[in-house]
């Protein structure tokens, strides 16, 4: 079976003395206009208000919205309410594409993506923690080169990664990282396996 991952998000934690917790919220598949033909998508857009206010109700430190931004990434529409909603978050937003947002992954639509939305992928340091964020579409559409170029970009990271399926997870002996996978357990043994070439030994994937 092809693993299937729509989108991935991903953190670790550094030893730090001085971390303090802190909260960020991870949003997805906010997909405007998927349940909602209205010409304004008003069903959506109040839906969106409606996760926009009880985000920010929790104060976070950031927010992330890992994929499926908009049902359709050609209706303008769609497009202005999702960036509308989102310019009402107050916390600073990273995003990465889903399926929705290219609708088969080519390198035409990678750049199309990017012009509108900004960078396809994303990676900060701050509070004693590694965010990063990949655009998972070209491993599920199997584009080998730019999955490779991903993986090259993100080459010696350690990381968290959310997504939208079952949860399997693990932790890396001798460090302060745990990774936690959404997907198939196929798609966790697979992520699994690209995580040791790049990490070396990892221990056996759980459920959560």
């Given at each position: 079976?092809?693993?299937?991952?729509v989108?991935?998000?991903?953190?670790?934690?550094?030893?730090?003395?001085?971390?303090?917790?802190?909260t960020?919220v991870q949003?997805?598949?906010?997909?405007?206009g998927?349940?909602?033909?209205?010409?304004q998508?008003?069903?959506?857009?109040?839906?969106?208000?409606?996760?926009v206010?009880?985000?920010?109700?929790?104060?976070?430190?950031?927010?992330f919205?890992t994929?499926?931004?908009?049902d359709?990434?050609?209706?303008?529409?769609q497009d202005?309410?999702?960036?509308?909603?989102?310019?009402?978050?107050?916390?600073?937003?990273y995003?990465?594409p889903g399926?929705?947002?290219?609708?088969?992954?080519?390198?035409?639509?990678?750049?199309?993506?990017?012009?509108?939305?900004?960078?396809?992928?994303?990676?900060?340091?701050?509070?004693?923690?590694?965010?990063?964020?990949?655009?998972?579409?070209?491993?599920?559409?199997?584009?080998?080169?730019a999955?490779?170029?991903?993986?090259?970009?993100?080459r010696?990271?350690?990381?968290?990664?959310?997504?939208?399926?079952?949860?399997?997870?693990?932790?890396?002996?001798?460090?302060?990282?745990r990774i936690?996978i959404?997907s198939?357990?196929?798609?966790?043994?697979?992520?699994?396996?690209?995580?040791?070439?790049?990490l070396g030994?990892?221990?056996?994937v759980?459920?959560?």
């Open positions: 079976m092809k693993p299937y991952i989108s991935i998000a991903l953190m670790f934690t550094v030893a730090c003395n001085s971390f303090k917790p802190f960020f949003m997805s598949d906010t997909q405007i998927f349940i909602d033909k209205s010409p998508y008003t069903h959506s857009d109040s839906l969106m208000k409606a996760a206010e009880a985000t920010n109700a929790l104060c976070p430190a950031y927010v919205i994929g499926d931004l908009v359709n990434p050609a209706d303008p529409v202005s309410v999702y960036r509308a909603r989102v310019a009402d978050i107050k916390a600073p937003v995003s990465v399926n929705h947002d290219y609708m088969g992954f080519t390198r035409e639509k990678q750049e199309a993506y990017i012009a509108l939305r900004g960078y396809d992928r994303f990676s900060f340091r701050d509070r004693g923690c590694a965010f990063i964020g990949m655009d998972s579409n070209c491993i599920k559409d199997g584009v080998k080169e999955e490779a170029e991903q993986w090259d970009w993100s010696g990271q350690s990381i968290f990664r959310f997504s939208k399926k079952r949860v399997w997870t693990w932790s890396l002996p001798g460090t302060h990282i936690m959404r198939s357990m196929e798609s966790a043994l697979w992520l699994r396996a690209r995580l040791e070439t790049l030994t990892v221990p056996p759980t459920m959560w």
